[in-house]
């Protein structure tokens, strides 16, 4: 019998540990088991995110992308309100020198999952019109080949 409440004590902890990942994301995660923040048809966002900033500076945007839908759907583009430039960006080794360059569109396939990430996509917010503070939060509109235009608040995390 002993043993047997040694193993429930176990699973408990395991549980709770998993659970604590739930919590206030850092960085690029993905908050598994979070709800969309949106969903559209049968396009889901998650976690839009944008990195803190000065104004002035450039930062990086990042969200994951969910198509529950049968056919593929494309990131277009984007626009955020704190930037005076927005771009999609992929990040690509140029020998082994990271580099960033716009690309056209991101596919999120059907059935499948993109995450906009540090080291991969992500939306570039250039030269922003005012500071970025971490708790704050910016609108970025993104346009969608099937979902149309979509507008998001992406919340400020500190660097
Ligand atoms: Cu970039």
Redesign the pocket.
């Known amino acids: 019998m002993k043993h047997w409440w040694l193993v429930v004590v176990s699973l408990v902890v395991l549980l709770s540990a998993c659970g604590s990942n739930d919590g206030m994301q850092h960085g690029s995660g993905m908050p598994v088991g979070n709800m969309p923040v949106l969903t559209v048809g049968t396009l889901e966002i998650y976690a839009p995110r944008a990195m803190a900033g000065a104004k002035g500076q ?1 930062t ?1 945007g990042f969200l994951t992308l969910k198509n529950t839908g049968a056919a593929a759907e494309r990131l277009l583009g984007a626009w955020c309100d704190a930037a005076t430039m927005t ?1 999609v ?1 992929e ?1 690509v080794m140029d020998g082994d020198v990271m580099r ?1 360059r716009e690309v056209e569109s991101i596919e999120v396939p059907a059935g499948g999952m993109v995450e906009l990430k540090h080291g991969g996509y ?1 939306i ?1 917010l250039m030269d922003l019109k005012q500071d970025l503070k971490a708790g704050e939060s910016t609108l970025c509109t993104l346009k969608f080949e099937s979902a149309g235009e979509v507008t998001v608040s992406f919340v400020v995390m500190s660097r």
Do not use: E, N, Y
């Open positions: 450039t990086g771009q960006h990040t960033m992500h570039m």
